[in-house]
């Protein structure tokens, strides 16, 4: 149940957007992009990510591996986090140091981002136990460990509960020390130089007063920020080149998270290729049973359920259907509560008339060029 203070009066402030290049965060997300499962489902594409994976030591691949657990590349990416947890900027070294003065984080950012189910009510809480944890309680630790050993452990912290909390922190550190000076190191100046565009252009938005939630909104491709939320105080935006055009939501007290795709026209592409946003746009056109939810959500916004309904689909494949239509400028997303409405972001017809024309009328051709039909 989610109570609010109808006490307090008047309009609930807007939070302080605040847009950060973080070099530690892109460190963590990148090592979480390389050991994927699903290289396609990223904007560098898998012919990138196989060529950094190819130079990258096994060894270190596969202490990534186990740093991250049973969820894959989750962990990594929910650490990256650290980047909004340390002062600005969120460099390599301040998490770093963040990690040493404090073997806990860890915990602290896996453990803001659980989720819980009603099934926990008949057993040990892990709310409850995480909390205790946080305040240095051995046995909390230990009742989580054996809800782990009878498969009953939120995923999020299955990963931190193999090993001490120092253990797992000289892990963390040592990985990130080898994949910075191993792999990172020559992959930095590209992701950071298209990292730093798109942080100068949102914060000359929110210095010429584009409204915080319009800023938030075009950053996260259609993230709504909740309009009702007084516990916000600030939203910490980390824009990211090797997670493109993935969106990560996280809350942390009083301070939400969100790792941003940095927009297309910050990275480096050929002249004449097409923008990943178009062919996402594509893409998400080229679905019948996306079209069928486009139409179900012209007559007002949609929860998770319904589109599953809609689809006659499970819930992890209605909710991929729907970020697919949010990477593609068509659907915005606004938390309501432990729900997520879905609703169209303008008119999908004119949003994908005015992607195409921009591409086609793009310079590029000279006058006089001709294109011929080998069909």
């Known amino acids: 149940m989610r109570l609010v203070d109808l006490r307090a009066g008047g309009r609930v402030p807007t939070p302080a957007v605040e847009v950060r290049a973080s070099s530690g965060a892109e460190l963590l997300r990148c090592a979480g992009v390389l050991i994927t499962d699903d290289p396609d489902a990223f904007d560098v594409g898998p012919e990138r990510i196989a060529a950094v994976r190819a130079r990258t030591p096994d060894d270190l691949l596969d202490e990534l591996r186990a740093l991250s657990g049973d969820r894959g590349d989750k962990a990594l990416l929910l650490l990256a986090e650290a980047g909004a947890v340390v002062p600005a900027p969120g460099t390599v070294q301040q998490i770093r140091e963040a990690l040493h003065d404090d073997p806990m984080l860890p915990w602290r950012l896996l453990a803001a981002n659980l989720v819980f189910s009603d099934h926990y009510h008949d057993g040990p809480n892990p709310v409850e136990l995480v909390q205790r944890v946080l305040d240095g309680d051995e046995d909390a630790l230990e009742a989580l460990r054996a809800m782990d050993a009878a498969g009953q452990c939120p995923a999020e912290l299955e990963v931190l509960l193999r090993t001490s909390p120092a253990d797992y922190r000289d892990r963390l550190v040592a990985a990130i020390d080898r994949f910075e000076s191993e792999v990172f190191r020559d992959l930095q100046d590209e992701a950071m130089g298209a990292i730093e565009r798109d942080v100068l252009h949102r914060r000359r938005q929110l210095d010429d007063e584009v409204p915080p939630a319009e800023v938030v909104l075009e950053a996260t491709n259609g993230y709504e920020l909740p309009e009702d939320d007084r516990t916000l105080r600030r939203v910490v935006l980390l824009p990211s080149f090797w997670f493109r055009p993935w969106l990560i939501l996280g809350r942390l007290d009083e301070v939400e998270v969100l790792s941003t795709p940095v927009a297309d026209q910050f990275v480096a592409l050929p002249s004449e290729a097409p923008p990943p946003s178009l062919v996402k746009l594509a893409k998400a056109l080229g679905d019948e049973g996306r ?70 009328r793009a310079p590029g051709w000279r006058d006089g060029d001709t294109a011929v039909d080998g069909g």
Not at 303 to 313: I, S, Y
Not at 317 to 336: C, D, F, I, K, P
């Open 291 to 360: 079209l069928r939810l486009l139409r179900r959500m012209s007559g007002g916004p949609i929860m998770l359920a319904d589109a599953m309904e809609e689809l006659e689909v499970a819930k992890a494949t209605a909710h991929h259907h729907l970020a697919l239509l949010r990477q593609a400028g068509l659907v915005s997303l606004r938390e309501e509560g432990r729900r997520t409405q879905y609703g169209l972001r303008g008119d999908p017809a004119d949003t994908a008339a005015e992607a195409l024309a921009r591409y086609l």
